[in-house]
């Protein structure tokens, strides 16, 4: 099993150019998470998609837009991005019902200039 | 919604010492209660949770301690090793079944000196 993965690792956008952030796993969970990670303020969720079909704003959603494609992929779209959306950027999944445990992807590091 | 507060933001001890890292929540609902760690570039990984109807629980080195009436949670690591440097971040949410969404502190960085 691969587990979490997303593409790309790394990437350095300019201000107000759009791009996909993609995630998939193949653990066959039902629940999706995307969060940004910035220093000194933990994990905050972005977009979240309890199970396929459906998705809904986590803490900071404003300036992104989320796809749950089909049970295994979730992707996160900047249709303009700004410098204050530089951050490290991780995808999850939980089976959820009877196990909450989240799996975190490797990690987007996405700079804006 | 919830709110997570988690201390110290920073943890130094010597190698084969203790360390207590603690989070209080605000929601009295939540039931699920994870600590991640996080080293350097790597993806958080969850080392020990514990549920609302359970206290204390131990695995090794690591516990975790739940005081419902007070709303806080602690991780505690005995005698720690240099490769127990990391952060570590508390969650604190409501697992209902269909819906799981975590509340995450910010985070404890822990330096263990060899």
């Known amino acids: 099993n691969a587990g979490v993965t997303q593409t790309p690792k790394f990437q350095v956008l300019k201000t107000g150019q759009s791009m996909t952030l993609q995630c998939a796993q193949d653990?066959?969970?039902?629940?999706m998470y995307w969060y940004r990670q910035d220093p000194g303020m933990g994990l905050r969720l972005i977009y979240y998609?309890?199970?396929?079909?459906?998705?809904d704003k986590g803490e900071v959603p404003n300036g992104y837009n989320v796809s749950r494609l089909n049970k295994r992929e979730f992707s996160l779209r900047l249709e303009s991005a700004a410098p204050s959306q530089t951050s490290v950027y991780f995808c999850?999944?939980?089976?959820?019902?009877?196990?909450?445990?989240?799996?975190f992807g490797p990690g987007t590091r996405l700079t804006v200039t | 919604g919830e709110n997570v507060e988690q201390h110290p933001s920073t943890l130094s001890v010597q190698e084969g010492d203790s360390a207590v890292i603690k989070c209080t929540y605000s929601?009295?609902?939540?039931?699920?209660f994870p600590w991640y760690k996080q080293e350097l570039g790597k993806r958080p990984q969850l080392i020990i949770d514990?549920?609302?109807?359970?206290g204390e629980k131990k695995d090794q080195r690591i516990a975790v301690t739940l005081n419902k009436t007070a709303k806080h949670f602690s991780l505690h690591i005995t005698e720690t090793q240099p490769e127990d440097s990391a952060v570590y971040f508390c969650?604190?949410?409501?697992?209902?079944?269909?819906?799981?969404?975590?509340?995450f502190g910010r985070g404890t960085s822990l330096i263990v000196h060899p």
């Open positions: 929601d009295s609902a939540s039931n699920y």
């Open positions: 998609s309890a199970s396929e079909g459906t998705t």
């Open positions: 653990m066959n969970h039902n629940s």
């Open positions: 969650a604190a949410s409501r697992g209902t079944g269909g819906s799981y969404i975590p509340t």
């Open positions: 999850a999944s939980t089976l959820s019902g009877s196990s909450y445990e989240q799996y």
């Open positions: 514990i549920r609302s109807n359970v």
